[in-house]
């Protein structure tokens, strides 16, 4: 083992340690990405994956309704509480999971990024959890966020795809071209599929609840192991997806 890889695993904790030393010192207001980056002096794609193990291990969680996240043993004040779409979508999340065996995602709009609600695991043995609970990246990377994102007008998709430009590329390389292509591709398919992007070795099929004016509210995506995702399986995900959809109220969305 050279000794570059001996060191990789203690910087790595070391990292992780500054991360949640800094969160447990700002108490419960938490902090966000940027700011765990600057007092910290570690990069942001540094930060998200740090945050990521953190919050698997059950010592970190986000701050619902902002960009922040906090020590999981900071006092929470007693006004927050769950998003009331993650209760609503609950039922639909766990027959999904259920009947797929696959993760299932909540994911909704915020700006011009998505943000994932809530994940609920499947039961088979090979899992792709490409996201988590209060995890923010550019709209349309994963595929709850590219349904999303294909519902908007083209003026509204398109600036936002220029506007999250500057990183992309941190998501397996993706391009705004890509991107262009796969809003046409989600369009004209019913439902969005991606895949080796947010998470390599994945692919995650997603479709989106309209409100009655066409805009979407959020979107429920499976995510597998690219092995368990042939076309036909996809559309009939898809279908699923939609099925669950439908038995949303658009009431409190």
């Known amino acids: 083992m050279s000794s570059s890889e001996s060191s990789s695993g203690p910087r790595t904790l070391r990292r992780g340690l500054a991360v949640l030393a800094t969160l447990r010192d ?3 207001g938490g902090l966000s990405v940027t700011d765990i980056a600057r007092l910290t002096a570690i990069q942001r794609p540094t930060v998200y994956r740090l ?3 953190l919050m698997d291990a059950g010592l970190v969680l986000p701050i619902p309704g902002t960009k922040k996240y906090r020590a999981q043993w900071a006092k929470v004040p007693e006004a927050a509480h769950p998003d009331p779409r993650v209760a609503q979508a609950m039922p639909s999340l766990k027959r999904l999971a259920e009947r797929t065996g696959d993760a299932v995602f909540l994911v909704v709009r915020e700006g011009d990024e998505s943000v994932s609600l809530h994940r609920e695991i499947g039961g088979y043995p090979v899992q792709i959890l490409a996201t988590y609970a209060g995890k923010r990246q550019p709209l349309g990377v994963g595929s709850g966020g590219m349904a999303i994102l294909a519902a908007l007008p083209d003026a509204v998709a398109h600036g ?11 998501y397996g390389g993706m391009t705004t071209h890509e991107m262009l292509r796969l809003i046409e591709n989600t369009r004209s398919r019913g439902y969005a599929v991606v895949g080796n992007h947010a998470v390599r070795g994945a692919l995650g099929v997603g479709c989106a609840l309209l409100d009655p004016q066409g805009a979407p509210l959020l979107a429920i995506s499976v995510t597998a192991i690219i092995d368990r995702m042939p076309a036909p399986r996809q559309r009939e995900i898809a279908g699923w997806i939609q099925a669950e959809l439908a038995r949303l109220s658009l009431r409190n969305l």
């Not at 936002?160 to 941190?170: A, F």
Request: aromatic share 6%; no cysteine; charged share 20%.
């Open 26 to 28: 700002h108490g419960p």
């Open 51 to 53: 945050l990521a193990a």
């Open 160 to 170: 936002i795809v220029q506007r999250n430009s500057g990183y992309l590329d941190e």
